[in-house]
């Protein structure tokens, strides 16, 4: 079987005037870049052998039908739409983000969106748009919870409500990288409205409300006796620094601690309430999703979460994940569990040992999709503890893409299909990289 006949692309999708980014032509054996395609930590040897065994073994049961996994979108509509005409999941037929079909390969396919859907632009409210649109026409999606994500729902669960040690600090946290969107909600649903201020509070009071006090620090070590010392330490510098930049940030986005405060308010109807615009998005995420021996996730596992996986299964995990986001956000957002958003594997981190990747194993799962950890040369492989990383954050929006030198426009996806074939498409690769079930190549170098 071909890569054509596996999932084909229609030349439209490449050829056609709207796309962007640039599509990658032809295809390559994934574990032939051992440079930019595996982790650096990765043994590339040790990582074929694993391979090797799980394809042998019959182990790594592939989704019945494709799921294309994309991931840290950052509020670029515009790159998950070209990321979906990648995929062969959606035809543009037009200049603008409402001209687009969802092919017939597409409705019989998954697509996971792996997480941090918010923050950094150009749009938070144009892709939220465009997934309720791709929603409507059919396409079957799972969301999953990323850390910009719950971040913005740290902050607005405590806007307003009543104040204490440890939710004082939490709109705050949500730092300069969510300020674009209220600066968005201010200049496109309040700016034009007669006297948008007129309810709002005094500058003095907006400061009081929304910032920590000053002795929070003090404060909030002798009460959050559940977090580990260095994590608590951690979490009080990061507060502390944000503080001290809040207002300049705010000035950076066109914003008084006024207009704040009323985009605030604006965001809490939008997201927070049964009525609002949006109010459909935070409920959807997931924190996993599990298909076949992949288990997708936003950032990754640590041992206590792995082994509840094993025990209880992911429903439970999600479970889980909202009964304590909604009782206490912060605590949830600190603990194990919580983790599994923002993980990097460092040594700072809970831990993945042999011990959770033999529970999960044990489980049937064999292979992690996550993003969170970005790339600029597409798709990366990753052993952790053993365990396969599929890491499918490939750059996508064009804010982080112009930071980090990136000059052309992101586009990626990560396709897993019934043949057992990994594909792993970005607009920052040649070719497209194809890791299968067949034989696996010989390795160079």
Request: with cysteine; hydrophobic share 40%; glycine share 8%.
């Amino acid at each position: 079987m071909t890569l054509t006949d596996a999932m084909p692309v229609a030349t439209s999708m490449t050829d056609g005037p709207w796309l962007k980014a640039r599509a990658p032509s032809g295809e390559t054996p994934w574990l032939n870049d051992t440079q930019g395609s595996i982790d650096p930590s990765t043994d590339p040897a040790t990582l074929a052998s694993v391979l090797q065994q799980l394809m042998q073994s019959g182990k790594l049961i592939f989704p019945a039908s494709p799921v294309h996994f994309i991931s840290d979108i950052h509020a670029d509509a515009r790159a998950l739409l070209e990321s979906l005409v990648l995929a062969g999941v959606a035809v543009q037929t037009g200049p603008k983000l409402k001209h687009f079909s969802i092919t017939a390969s597409g409705l019989a396919s998954t697509v996971v969106i792996g997480g941090d859907c918010l923050d950094k632009g150009p749009s938070n409210l144009k892709l939220l748009g465009l997934i309720q649109r791709l929603r409507n026409a059919g396409l079957k999606l799972r969301l999953l919870a990323g850390n910009h994500d719950l971040r913005l729902a740290l902050g607005l669960q405590c806007f307003n409500a009543e104040r204490h040690v440890m939710n004082e600090h939490l709109f705050v946290r949500m730092g300069s990288k969510t300020l674009p969107l209220l600066a968005e909600i201010w200049r496109s649903r309040l700016k034009k409205q007669p006297n948008p201020l007129a309810q709002i509070p005094t500058k003095q009071q907006c400061y009081q409300r929304l910032l920590p006090d000053a002795d929070w620090a003090q404060r909030f070590r002798k009460a959050a006796v559940d977090i580990p010392a260095p994590a608590l330490e951690r979490e009080i510098t990061r507060i502390e620094e944000k503080t001290a930049t809040f207002r300049a940030a705010c000035k950076a986005e066109g914003l008084s601690i006024r207009k704040v405060y009323a985009a605030a308010t604006e965001a809490q109807r939008l997201f927070m309430t049964p009525s609002g615009e949006f109010a459909w998005f935070l409920p959807a995420l997931d924190l996993f999703w599990r298909s076949g021996s992949f288990l997708f996730v936003h950032a990754g596992l640590d041992d206590d979460t792995a082994e509840t996986l094993a025990s209880q299964g992911s429903d439970e995990l999600n479970r889980r994940y909202r009964h304590a986001f909604k009782q206490n956000p912060f605590a949830f957002y600190a603990s194990p569990l919580g983790s599994s958003l923002r993980t990097k594997y460092r040594p700072v981190d809970f831990p993945l040992t042999p011990k959770g990747v033999g529970a999960v194993h044990d489980a049937g799962v064999h292979a992690i999709v996550h993003g969170h950890r970005s790339h600029a040369y597409g798709q990366r492989l990753a052993l952790r503890a053993g365990l396969l990383h599929i890491e499918g954050d490939v750059t996508l929006d064009r804010n982080t893409r112009a930071k980090e030198g990136l000059t052309t426009r992101g586009a990626g996806v990560t396709s897993l299909l019934p043949d057992g074939q990994i594909l792993g498409m970005s607009a920052d690769y040649a070719q497209i990289k194809v890791l299968t079930t067949r034989p696996l190549p010989a390795q160079r170098g």
